[in-house]
């Protein structure tokens, strides 16, 4: 039968910090990867918080689908969980494949294209003589 020796001490295992500087010490043992130290209830937070997370789109917990994600440029970056983020590429892939898709169209075709503006233009002109 194994003995549980409670831990005591004044400073937190990951920040350093003194009890006096932030409060009381907790011998934590984290439920999700077996975790086991003297923290802060600051550091706690900080640990607890990953798994806590929930994406804003579809409202599930964050750490049960890949963690926590940014997606898009510093000016708009939108935080998700990874399973959104990889739907929001693919949809994003799709529609500059379309776009490529349409622009090499007009590019591959030009004769078609001249041939219809000059037919269009034979039209218009043929109707305003009448």
């Known amino acids: 039968m194994p003995i549980n020796f409670k831990r005591e001490g004044n400073v937190c295992d990951k920040c350093h910090k003194q009890n006096t500087e932030v409060g009381l010490m907790t011998d934590y043992t984290d439920p999700h990867d077996g975790y086991r130290g003297l923290l802060c209830s600051e550091c706690i937070k900080k640990r607890e918080k990953s798994y806590t997370e929930k994406c804003p789109k579809c409202k599930r917990l964050a750490y049960e689908h890949g963690g926590m994600s940014f997606y898009g440029e510093p000016p708009n970056v939108e935080k998700m969980c990874l399973e959104c983020v990889e739907?929001?590429?693919?949809k994003t892939t799709k529609r500059n494949e379309m776009k490529l898709k349409?622009?090499?169209?007009?590019k591959e075709h030009w004769k078609f294209w001249i041939a219809t503006i000059i037919s269009i233009l034979a039209i218009i002109i043929g109707l305003s003589r009448l």
């Open 87 to 90: 739907e929001k590429e693919e």
């Open 102 to 106: 349409i622009k090499n169209f007009s």
